[in-house]
């Protein structure tokens, strides 16, 4: 796989989009990786801090209501 952006091999793929990209492309980003109702059914959240990020793609930071998942 190469380089989204210059073509190099990549050697990180984007956590949101799927892009490869290289070292000298890679931005660090903040992603949520699993959601869980803790104690007294609490909502938490498993996140990771410099996700691998192409910087291309556009992460929408507001939640997306979805209630056909109920």
Avoid at 40 to 60: D, F, L, R, Y
Wanted: proline share 10%; charged share 15%.
């Amino acid at each position: 796989m190469l380089c989204w952006e210059c073509d190099k091999p990549a050697q990180a793929v984007c956590a949101f989009c799927g892009r490869g990209v290289c070292k000298d492309h890679v931005t660090p980003h903040l992603t949520l990786m699993a959601m869980y109702l803790g104690e007294q059914q609490t909502p938490k959240s498993i996140v990771v801090n410099n996700a691998i990020w192409c910087g291309i793609c556009e992460p929408i930071q507001e939640p997306i209501p979805m209630p056909e998942m109920y």
